[in-house]
């Protein structure tokens, strides 16, 4: 099984950041990033990645790889945008291409639910569009829109190395159940030791302004917190 994961655009491309300038390829590739590593642990999987962190690539330079090479499976990692300032748009939504291919609507459809289920962002469902990487790619290919960085709630989420394995573990999730993908055996000659996992909570506060004080002085200190509702 051979899978191509896309990080959307690049890291100079114009246009593609949020309103306070983050970039939306310092999360794509941080997903991709994640996702390849998930993948890595599953029997017979080889993950390649037609971006760079370095400069921009083109679509035909990436798509060209990705069909040179007859990968099984293409699946785009981005975030969205409605716009270039602050609005109320949210949500996750997957994209085939126009003609619904069976197998890329199955593997679209099974990721779409794993986002939705596993970050809680609204279910804008599984669309049709004419893009580039969706028409001359000549396997499977999918293209996910991970939330809005034009939200102000949503691009806190993907600024979050938290929400960002989170997205990661959605896709591989949706990719290894429609495509039976098994785990590599782990040989060991100890019975397995269940880890303790620790949760950190900072106080809960009945007025939203206070909470958010809090997270500006633990950004300040290097900290990377998460507002919850």
């Known amino acids: 099984m051979k899978i191509m994961l896309d990080a959307g655009h690049g890291p100079n491309t114009p ?11 310092e999360f794509n590739s941080k997903v991709a990033d994640f996702a390849k590593e998930l993948l890595n642990e599953y029997k017979d999987v080889t993950v390649y990645f037609d971006h760079s962190k370095k400069e ?17 499976c293409y699946v785009s990692i981005h975030a969205n945008a409605y716009g270039t300032t602050w609005n109320d748009a949210e949500g ?12 890329a609507m199955e593997l679209a459809k099974k990721v779409q639910k794993n986002l939705v ?15 580039h990487v969706l028409r001359e790619t000549t396997m499977t290919a999918i293209l996910c ?57 900072i106080g809960a506060f009945e007025k939203k302004e206070n909470a958010q004080d809090l997270i500006k002085e633990l950004k300040e200190k290097g900290y990377d917190p998460i507002l919850v509702e």
């Open 145 to 201: 829109e991970c939330g809005f960085y034009t939200n102000k709630k949503e691009v806190a989420l993907l600024k979050s190395k938290i929400y960002q394995k989170t997205c990661a573990e959605a896709i591989v999730k949706g990719i290894a159940d429609q495509y039976h993908l098994k785990k590599e055996d782990v040989k060991t000659t100890n019975p397995p030791v269940k880890k303790k996992q620790y949760r950190v909570q």
């Open 92 to 103: 996750i939504e997957t994209y085939v291409y126009v003609t619904k291919p069976k197998e």
């Open 15 to 25: 246009g593609k950041r949020s309103p306070d300038n983050f970039k939306e390829f």
């Open 56 to 72: 921009d690539v083109p679509l035909k330079e990436r798509t060209d790889k990705a069909n040179k090479l007859r990968v099984d």
């Open 117 to 131: 289920i596993r970050t809680g962002l609204s279910d804008r469902g599984v669309k049709t569009a004419d893009f």
